[in-house]
């Protein structure tokens, strides 16, 4: 693993020449994606500013220029008309003020009106490296790309750590004001959200009080990335709790929880309807961040970062990494959160592969159960050798309806000690998954979406098989490129 200074991770990008052959280097890399959004050169992590803005999706990604190292964090900016294919539009905002000077880190976006507005995170640190979060504003100019307000919108509170970060906006009708959700840690190091609120957007902010979530007043030691959407009626949370280990989870200390409840703004309590659920079960899935403006009541879009902040993975080496997973649409059913692939990625289907025990690097996989075999076990090994050995394993255990993943027989290995063997329990038997495979990364979305298992994976030339339970019927799909890897900065 390559070691960075303190002065390289925190490098000021001048000019797209400082990484232009870094770009080349990285373009050729065999583990580049087809159909995901990943970073231009370097790291890719949390999505920030995810929304629709008349008519055109803007999402962005926390960006480290130099390498697969977190350091001075960037606003990347890609643009959609469809969350299907995707542009490169160059870096949305720059640590180039006082106030971010080492980071513009993460944060959300929200329309009003005609415009635009943004909300992040200003990361500053003095000269003896002591940190300060500011919570700061920039709003979208003619140009397409985010104007910074000159001054933040408030600093940090000294009665909580300097863990305060992340902010999302939110509208409330009934309250007929705005409020901004902070992630935090308490000065007894438990995780934990500030609310802010104001009835204009970029002034009169104040501080509310610490959010109450019933149950969950000591459940981690800090909550990144805090989101709440309405979803027919339904109020959902999801955060990223750190610092914690989890029933379940090996040895990992990050996560990516929801839970489902009500929101009750006069008193800043969020009451959970029952215990929290991982967002998803894979080893790669955090920070996911809910689009605002999805202008449907019943429905919310998601995406999350493929990859975890203390994990290394394999192109480490060719100094760039991370990803960002598939949109999802969320649904509550039945008390329950739905998670399917967003509604027209079917476009990118370029044909049908033979169910041969071959696999493309770039697919869809529909796998559907027979109804009379639901009550058996299953298998489903992704990248195994010609023989059937080794890959990305996938076994169903029908008595306990418990999905078990394990990475172990992958040729490339990587993050062994966090844990390479996780379960994804089901409410229900086995009956279908829909799987998307990119060159880097495998996505499972299973029961039409009770649960969902991301994970990096980085096969070798030998590792492009598959082997399948009978009982099952298979459809592959080839995928088209949908994501055009411009060098634009
Ligand atoms: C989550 C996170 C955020 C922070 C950002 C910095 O991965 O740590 O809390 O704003 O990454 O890149």
Redesign the pocket.
């Known amino acids: 693993m390559r070691q960075w200074t303190q002065e390289e991770r925190y490098r000021v990008l001048h000019s797209p020449d400082d990484i232009s052959e870094l770009f080349e280097r990285n373009s050729k890399s065999v583990y580049r994606q087809t159909y995901h959004v990943q970073p231009v050169t370097g790291l890719s ?2 999505p920030n500013g995810f929304t629709c803005h008349k008519g055109t999706w803007h999402l962005f990604y ?1 960006w480290c220029p130099w390498g697969a190292v ?1 350091g001075l ?1 960037y606003w990347y900016h890609v643009t959609s008309p469809d969350l299907v294919t995707w542009k490169n539009a160059g870096v949305g905002l720059r640590p180039d003020t006082i106030y971010d000077n080492k ?1 513009t ?2 944060g959300s976006a929200i329309c009003a009106g005609d415009d635009l507005y943004f909300f992040y ?1 200003g ?1 500053h640190r003095d000269e003896n490296w002591v940190r300060t979060p500011y919570t700061c504003a920039a709003k979208l100019g003619e140009d397409g790309n985010p104007k910074k307000l000159p001054k933040p919108l408030f600093g940090p509170r000294d009665d909580y750590s300097e863990h305060q ?2 902010p999302k906006v939110v509208y409330n009708e009934e309250k007929n004001k705005y409020y901004i959700f902070i ?1 935090a840690q308490t000065l007894d190091k438990k995780g934990t959200v500030l609310i802010y609120q104001s009835e204009e957007l970029l002034s009169g902010w104040s501080f509310a009080g610490q959010l109450n979530v019933v149950g969950f007043e000591d459940f981690g030691g800090m909550w ?2 805090p989101y709440i959407v309405n979803i027919s009626g339904t109020d959902v949370l999801i955060f ?1 709790p750190q610092y914690t280990k989890l029933p379940g989870r090996s040895e990992s200390t990050n996560h990516n929880v929801y839970l489902l409840g009500k929101m009750d703004y006069d008193t800043l309590t969020f009451t959970p309807e029952s215990g929290y659920k991982h967002l998803d079960y894979g080893f790669d899935f ?2 996911a961040q809910g689009a605002s403006n999805v202008g449907d009541p019943d429905k919310g879009i998601l995406i999350g ?1 493929i990859g975890l ?1 203390d994990n290394h993975y394999p192109t480490e080496e060719e100094d760039w990494e991370g990803s960002m997973g598939l949109p999802r649409e969320l649904r509550v059913k039945d008390g329950k959160l739905l998670q399917t692939p967003i509604t027209g990625i079917e476009k990118l289907r370029d044909g049908e592969a033979p169910a041969d025990g071959t696999l493309p690097a770039a697919c869809e996989i529909l796998v559907d159960i027979d109804p009379a075999r639901q009550a058996e076990d299953f298998d489903l090994n992704l990248y195994t050798k010609a023989d059937g050995s080794g890959g990305l394993r996938l076994h169903y255990d029908a008595a306990s309806k418990t999905c078990t993943v394990d990475k172990t027989g992958l040729n490339k290995r990587f993050n062994m000690a966090v844990g390479e063997v996780l379960d994804m329990p089901l409410e229900n038997p086995l009956r279908n998954l829909r799987i998307f495979v990119d060159h880097s990364s495998t996505e499972y979305f299973v029961n039409d979406g009770e649960a969902t298992f991301t994970t990096h994976s980085y096969p070798e030339a030998e590792e492009f098989h598959y082997t399948v339970s009978d009982g099952a019927a298979i459809k592959i799909y080839k995928m088209k490129p949908s994501v055009k890897d411009d060098f634009v900065i």
């Open positions: 992590s949390d926390q977190h964090k980071g880190h993460s995170t990361n970060r992340d992630g990144e990335c990223s955090y920070a970062w902040p």
